[in-house]
């Protein structure tokens, strides 16, 4: 294998007595390329719902990048399924394809050296396996994010931040090497000065790798070992000048003074976004090799991007002061570079935009218009494009179910509930992870179109292939009984059996909460919607004792259609469907005496509860007015009537996001004045919401946030406004 590599990393080979050494080179080169395509075909059978075929298939190779595609496997079925062992295992894996990438950079920085010699290629020696270590930081980090371990979530800072470093080495060879060949121009900025640079040294309030020590991790590996510090292997000087720099590392388009000689460096959107370079793509990256290698770092690069500028404003903060920030347009542009290869890195470039579109912009509000995407507005929602990406893979995966649910998400975005269950209830995947999402995603639809027997079995159905939320997902079940309960309470005629049936049922389910809830932690904390639902009973126990009734009369305002509006279901609900779900947050549905519903109606957070969901429902009827005035009363409260374990902090703050989309939707229909005084009274809000103080839900709601902020600074910078 050492001999092959050699070759396959394109070092120059010593003086030979072979008298034919060119048929030898070219022999060696072909059967080196094989071994990646053979790899990478393996790994592509993961985005064809063969895991175990992927697993099958790259054991038979001793490669490191058959190590990396059993990781890859391992991987991918840890951040589908969220459960513990399964991500212990990819951790594993993980870091011995870290040590195996690791020492295959060394070896083809020894040999190149040795050659005496540089051809002009592309990418330096080992570039190839750069790449895999990157992915696999990259990788680690994730899982690091998902376990209960806080040092574990610490690590993960650490890791992006060499996979960063080693992205950033490839890609600044790369745009080296065009810009050599004339076919990249990049744009002219000021240089920071020598003392700039020596001034900031070291990243403010990060991690300094002498200083970063985990105790309880054992990191120990056979062979040579992966140094603290990624040093590098660029022909033109190191990275130890990129590791002085790292405080000047920004993932921000906007570039602070300390950031400029970097950002020279980094990609540039003409080059990624289908700009000058996608006329130049087929020739330049025709060799296997330089096609793995660039359409792995821009995937990897525009996935960094992206996710970090989802980030809630007040994380956001924090990450900005150890030196990440996100930059989702330069992300969405790297992706959609990435996703034109047919390869395993295109498929996930591919499967990064689709979850982006589908799911995280799913929840959003605050977006360019549909006009203004077909202009080319990048945060925006793409359908044609989207339409074809996801055509383009099922084509190339007949056999997978993860396309199918995708293409089911884009029917639910595009107002078509009914296509969208019709389409996962007859999706079945060999991959229990697919299955599981498709499981839930068929849930919450059940629930949007108010089918509550089948959103409760399906919920309670996640239970069995998912254990990332039990307690979630019993609350959701319960809740789903709860309407059925209350549905036969008011029938008419009414049978008691079924009245009993129901209420029993609901009562039982929403019980087993608070007993399955606090095993899965996040960073070290309980999720948030289980440090919800948990509040929630106990403020309906509470209530029950108070009031003397049994538990499923206790509770006011219907608890399903609150998350439907935290989950956004609204967005994708037709005008009927809307309306249904109205009727379902009346105070006529309780089920209690109407003396105790009088003492329900009186307690003021559940009446600013009903007027938030009722204000989102009257936005989607575009029935705006209505909408501010329900709004209006809730804003009138005071902070401290939502202080309290039991009480729903969340309100006001997502009643200030409200009035942000308010003011957005009616602005895209005014006059030029009246948009331009309409944006900044969004901006205003929106500031409101990122400066708010911690809430029980403000990761969910912080994503909404930070996406209007996105097209905010989007649209003022496409109509000449002023950024705030």
């Given at each position: 294998?050492?001999?092959?590599?050699?070759?396959?990393r394109?070092?120059?080979?010593?003086p030979s007595?072979?008298?034919s050494?060119?048929?030898s080179q070219?022999?060696l080169?072909?059967?080196?390329?094989?071994?990646?395509?053979?790899?990478?075909?393996?790994?592509?059978?993961?985005?064809?719902?063969?895991?175990?075929?992927?697993?099958e298939?790259?054991k038979?190779g001793?490669?490191t990048?058959?190590?990396?595609g059993?990781?890859?496997?391992?991987f991918m079925k840890?951040?589908?399924g969220?459960?513990?062992a399964?991500?212990?295992?990819a951790?594993?894996?993980l870091?011995?394809?870290?040590?195996?990438?690791?020492?295959e950079?060394?070896k083809a920085?020894?040999?190149?050296?040795?050659s005496?010699?540089?051809?002009?290629?592309?990418?330096p020696?080992?570039?190839?396996?750069?790449l895999?270590?990157a992915?696999?930081?990259?990788?680690?980090?994730i899982?690091?994010?998902?376990?209960?371990?806080?040092?574990?979530?610490?690590?993960?800072f650490?890791?992006l931040?060499?996979?960063?470093?080693?992205l950033?080495?490839i890609?600044?060879a790369?745009?080296?090497?065009?810009?050599?060949?004339?076919l990249q121009?990049?744009p002219?900025?000021?240089a920071v000065?020598?003392?700039?640079?020596?001034?900031?040294e070291k990243?403010?309030?990060?991690?300094?790798?002498?200083?970063?020590?985990?105790l309880?991790a054992?990191?120990?590996h056979s062979?040579?070992q992966?140094?603290?510090?990624?040093?590098?292997?660029?022909?033109n000087?190191?990275?130890d000048e990129?590791e002085?720099?790292?405080?000047?590392?920004?993932?921000?388009?906007?570039n602070?003074?300390?950031t400029t000689?970097?950002s020279?460096k980094s990609p540039s959107l003409s080059?990624?976004?289908?700009g000058?370079?996608?006329?130049i793509?087929p020739?330049?990256?025709?060799?296997?090799v330089?096609?793995?290698i660039?359409?792995?770092?821009?995937?990897?690069?525009g996935?960094?991007?992206?996710i970090?500028?989802?980030?809630p404003?007040?994380f956001?903060?924090?990450?900005?002061?150890i030196?990440?920030?996100?930059?989702r347009?330069?992300?969405?542009k790297?992706l959609w570079?990435?996703?034109?290869f047919?390869n395993?890195n295109?498929?996930?470039?591919?499967?990064?935009?689709?979850a982006?579109?589908n799911?995280?912009l799913?929840?959003?509000?605050?977006?360019?218009?549909?006009?203004?995407?077909e202009?080319?507005a990048?945060?925006g929602?793409?359908?044609?494009?989207l339409?074809a990406?996801l055509?383009?893979?099922?084509?190339?995966y007949p056999d997978?179910?993860?396309?199918?649910?995708?293409?089911a998400r884009?029917?639910g975005?595009r107002?078509?509930l009914?296509?969208?269950l019709?389409?996962?209830?007859?999706?079945?995947?060999?991959?229990?992870?697919?299955?599981?999402?498709?499981?839930?995603?068929m849930?919450?639809?059940?629930?949007?179109?108010?089918?509550?027997?089948h959103?409760r079995?399906d919920?309670?159905r996640?239970?069995?292939?998912n254990?990332?939320?039990?307690?979630l997902?019993y609350?959701?079940?319960?809740c789903?009984?709860?309407?059925?309960?209350?549905?036969?309470?008011y029938?008419?005629?009414k049978?008691e059996?079924?009245?009993?049936?129901?209420?029993?049922k609901a009562?039982?389910?929403?019980?087993?909460?608070?007993?399955v809830?606090g095993?899965?932690?996040?960073?070290a904390r309980?999720?948030p919607?289980?440090?919800?639902?948990?509040?929630?009973?106990?403020?309906?126990?509470?209530r029950?004792?108070a009031l003397a009734?049994n538990?499923?009369d206790?509770?006011?305002?219907?608890?399903?259609?609150e998350?439907?509006?935290?989950?956004?279901g609204?967005?994708?609900?037709?005008?009927?469907?809307?309306?249904?779900?109205?009727k379902d947050l009346?105070?006529d549905?309780l089920t209690?005496?109407e003396?105790?519903r009088?003492k329900?109606?009186?307690?003021?957070?559940?009446?600013?509860?009903?007027?938030?969901?009722r204000?989102a429902i009257l936005?989607n009827?575009?029935k705006?007015?209505e909408?501010?005035?329900?709004?209006q009363?809730?804003?009138?409260l005071?902070?401290?009537v939502?202080?309290g374990?039991t009480?729903?902090d969340?309100?006001?703050?997502t009643?200030?996001y409200?009035?942000?989309?308010?003011s957005?939707v009616?602005?895209?229909a005014d006059?030029?004045a009246?948009?331009?005084?309409?944006?900044?009274d969004?901006?205003?809000?929106?500031?409101?919401v990122?400066k708010w103080?911690?809430?029980?839900?403000?990761?969910r709601?912080?994503?909404?946030?930070?996406t209007?902020m996105d097209?905010?600074r989007?649209?003022?910078?496409?109509?000449?406004?002023s950024a705030s």
């Amino acid at each position: 294998m050492s001999r092959l590599g050699s070759w396959f990393r394109g070092s120059t080979p010593k003086p030979s007595n072979d008298p034919s050494p060119a048929i030898s080179q070219v022999e060696l080169r072909a059967q080196a390329v094989a071994i990646l395509n053979d790899a990478i075909s393996g790994a592509d059978l993961i985005m064809n719902d063969d895991i175990e075929g992927a697993e099958e298939r790259l054991k038979k190779g001793d490669s490191t990048y058959h190590s990396f595609g059993l990781a890859v496997c391992v991987f991918m079925k840890s951040i589908l399924g969220f459960e513990k062992a399964i991500m212990a295992e990819a951790s594993s894996r993980l870091s011995e394809s870290e040590t195996s990438a690791w020492n295959e950079i060394k070896k083809a920085e020894r040999e190149a050296s040795s050659s005496g010699s540089q051809s002009d290629k592309i990418y330096p020696p080992g570039s190839e396996y750069q790449l895999v270590l990157a992915e696999s930081y990259l990788m680690s980090a994730i899982i690091g994010v998902l376990h209960e371990s806080l040092t574990e979530g610490l690590r993960s800072f650490y890791k992006l931040r060499k996979a960063y470093i080693a992205l950033d080495g490839i890609i600044q060879a790369e745009n080296a090497y065009l810009k050599r060949r004339g076919l990249q121009s990049t744009p002219s900025k000021p240089a920071v000065n020598h003392a700039d640079a020596h001034q900031h040294e070291k990243m403010p309030g990060g991690f300094d790798d002498d200083e970063l020590e985990f105790l309880d991790a054992d990191e120990s590996h056979s062979g040579d070992q992966t140094p603290q510090q990624y040093e590098g292997h660029l022909a033109n000087g190191g990275v130890d000048e990129t590791e002085k720099k790292l405080s000047d590392l920004s993932l921000n388009g906007n570039n602070t003074p300390q950031t400029t000689e970097l950002s020279e460096k980094s990609p540039s959107l003409s080059s990624l976004g289908g700009g000058p370079s996608a006329s130049i793509e087929p020739d330049i990256f025709a060799d296997p090799v330089d096609a793995f290698i660039h359409s792995g770092a821009t995937m990897c690069f525009g996935v960094l991007l992206l996710i970090i500028s989802l980030v809630p404003p007040a994380f956001s903060r924090l990450l900005s002061i150890i030196g990440f920030r996100g930059d989702r347009e330069r992300g969405i542009k790297m992706l959609w570079q990435s996703s034109r290869f047919e390869n395993i890195n295109g498929a996930v470039a591919g499967l990064m935009l689709l979850a982006y579109y589908n799911g995280l912009l799913g929840f959003a509000d605050i977006l360019p218009s549909d006009a203004d995407v077909e202009k080319g507005a990048v945060v925006g929602y793409p359908k044609e494009r989207l339409a074809a990406l996801l055509a383009k893979l099922r084509a190339r995966y007949p056999d997978s179910g993860l396309w199918r649910f995708e293409e089911a998400r884009s029917r639910g975005n595009r107002k078509d509930l009914t296509g969208a269950l019709e389409i996962l209830r007859n999706n079945h995947s060999k991959m229990k992870q697919v299955a599981a999402l498709n499981n839930f995603e068929m849930s919450l639809d059940s629930t949007y179109v108010q089918d509550w027997a089948h959103a409760r079995d399906d919920y309670l159905r996640c239970i069995e292939l998912n254990e990332w939320s039990p307690a979630l997902y019993y609350y959701l079940a319960g809740c789903a009984e709860l309407e059925l309960y209350r549905n036969a309470y008011y029938a008419d005629p009414k049978d008691e059996s079924q009245i009993s049936l129901h209420k029993k049922k609901a009562e039982e389910l929403l019980r087993k909460v608070p007993t399955v809830a606090g095993k899965k932690r996040l960073l070290a904390r309980p999720l948030p919607f289980e440090e919800f639902v948990v509040r929630k009973l106990k403020k309906w126990e509470d209530r029950a004792s108070a009031l003397a009734v049994n538990l499923p009369d206790a509770i006011g305002v219907s608890p399903i259609q609150e998350m439907v509006y935290l989950w956004n279901g609204l967005k994708k609900m037709q005008p009927e469907e809307l309306d249904r779900a109205a009727k379902d947050l009346s105070w006529d549905r309780l089920t209690c005496s109407e003396e105790a519903r009088g003492k329900i109606q009186a307690e003021i957070d559940e009446r600013a509860l009903q007027d938030l969901c009722r204000a989102a429902i009257l936005r989607n009827m575009e029935k705006f007015d209505e909408a501010r005035t329900k709004l209006q009363e809730v804003l009138k409260l005071d902070k401290s009537v939502f202080k309290g374990s039991t009480k729903d902090d969340y309100i006001l703050p997502t009643a200030c996001y409200e009035m942000a989309v308010l003011s957005w939707v009616e602005g895209q229909a005014d006059t030029a004045a009246e948009t331009k005084k309409k944006v900044e009274d969004c901006q205003t809000w929106l500031d409101k919401v990122a400066k708010w103080e911690s809430y029980v839900l403000d990761g969910r709601i912080g994503m909404r946030v930070q996406t209007g902020m996105d097209t905010l600074r989007w649209y003022k910078r496409e109509h000449g406004l002023s950024a705030s």
